[in-house]
């Protein structure tokens, strides 16, 4: 797969007139993790205790054309200590981009994010999850892509045609945050072309005074695989099952003053049977707390997916709550925690986030994912013993 | 004719002679505005150097396009160089002349583009001594005015006025503007905040003048009195009139700004 893209990307390069470019400018990061579990292991074959990890990610940006062109070159790599599977490297983006006066062009390895809630993002499903990097989910894999956005009175529409298919990194059988036993590395595939399936897909976005509507369609390879339970001869294995779905999105916000109302609607078929799931609520913010230069954010949200009697969907009927702190301050201060509870039984999913800056350069975050799994066989039961605390420490350049 | 121009003028001079504060006061408003008209678009590169109460420093880059807008407020894109960390995250915005301003914010690491409340007016720029009011434009009916006398700023001839926010969310109750007689540009602002005691005071100096009429500074000093803290703003590269369009001010624009 890596060293497809890497071809991907040189072809993309020698066509796109790497030879223009002549001078550009580099900037990017170098990190340092620290994962300690709390708890031990649940799985033999699992690491305990802790981990360290390294990652790079540089980015080259050149323009012309008086910036109507612009070329744009993010590799990223990861070294971890125990899980082989999460040392990886990836080509986040490697694109020329052209503008025009109502239309703008993309074509290479590129990135795109739809969506507006905090909790998940259904939306969201031009670009694979890298799930090795965070459990989150925000991490994702460049996909090629041919991408041409037209910008008129009656709004902006994307219009995108993505060769290839890239398959959701999992941990493997050393790592934590996986199933048990591990998902196999025999992916199999509803369609016969496999991971060069021609995906479409389209988005139309508008602002109408307070209100920003996104409205989108998916056909292809579903970025989200189904875990097969298969026996074989060599005992039971997951096999992770990507069908060809059709999914149809609607994104809106609405931006009142301190409120901001959000939701998010997915209808996706193809994948076992046709679903539909919702995420909505609201952030509201309190501008200089307690007399200080702060804002605190308080940002409830519902979760819903049809299919509530699958093990396999992590939030079908649950409630998130959670807070956002923004000191404002010369060191770029944040908080954001949040707690996802499922309405039905006991499971409870806490997370933490802070970050702030040291001098010009360095950027220290914390992060920690607690899980409270309440009955077993659930969508958290295998990951119950991997409550993490994570410190990164990145110099930017 | 000449009868009715000197009837004009007794007539004029009366009506100078009734003028209240409020009516001089918004009177060299409208003349500051009127002045400044018909830039059409501006650009201009930033360094913020903030300081702490220790002295420490640190250093913001980030570079600012302005779309001038008949009849409403400007609309702005700001783009961050510098800290590395934020390089690439943008910055949009419509301001309004009294409605709530549209803000969007880019974030480059997850490539989303954020609708963000605009009741932060009262917030911190960057983690400056600068809020984001004290940036944004200033259109004459955001504000009621008030002459207050006529004072020098450093030997340059000034009226002063107080200024009061008409708009929602303002972290002042007031403002005291010293405005430059020759340039009709701020030389000296102190902010009143929410409890009546002066919290900053904004000098402007090195004034150029562009295009043979549009006054713009090379350096503003931000000075909070109740935390000892100072940012200074300095300004190069100004631009006008470069043919910018809506076009560059809109959610695809924010996306690729670098």
Redesign the interface.
Known sequence: MISKMIKTAVSCALLFGFSQVKAGEW?G?VAAEYRGFTQSKLDAEQFDKSSLSLSFEPEF?H?WNG?DD?FTFVPFARWDEHDPQRSHVDIRELVW?H?A??W?LRVGID???WG?TESQHLVDIINQTDLVENLDG?QKLGQAMLSL?L?KDWG?LDLYVLPGFRERTLPGKDGRFRSIPEVDDHTVYESGAKDKHMDYALRW?Q?F??W?VGISHFYGTSREPRIIPTVTPAGLRLVPYYDIINQTGLDV?A?F????WKVEVIHRSGQGETFNAFTGGFEY?F??VMDT?A?FGVIAEYLYDDRGSDPAVAFDNDIFVGGRLAM?????SELLFGIISDVNNRTRFYNIEASR?F???W?LSLEGRFISAGSMGGPFSSIRKDDVIQLEL?R?? | MKKLSILILILSSAFAYAQTPEEKGLEIAIEADKRDQGFADSSSKMTMTLKNANGDESIRKMRSKTLEVQGDGDKGLTIFDQPADVKGTAFLSFTHVLDADDQWLYLPALKRVKRISSKNKSGPFMGSEFAFEDLSSREVEKFSYLYLKDEAVDGEDAFVIEVRPNYKYSGYTRSVVWISKEKYQPLKIDYYDRKKSLLKTMTVSGYQQYLGQYWRPDVMVMANHQTKKETRLDFADYKFKMGLSERDFNKSSLKRAR
Do not use: C, M, P
Request: charged share 25%; glycine share 8%.
């Open positions: 900037s990061y940006y323009s910036g612009s981009l503008v006066q109502d703008e990135k795109v994010f507006v925000e956005s910008i902006v976005g602002t005074d307070d920003d916000q931006t003053d301190e409120w901001l913010t501008v200089g230069a804002d404002n301050d010369a060191a770029s800056r001098g010009d350069s950027v990145a930017h350049f």
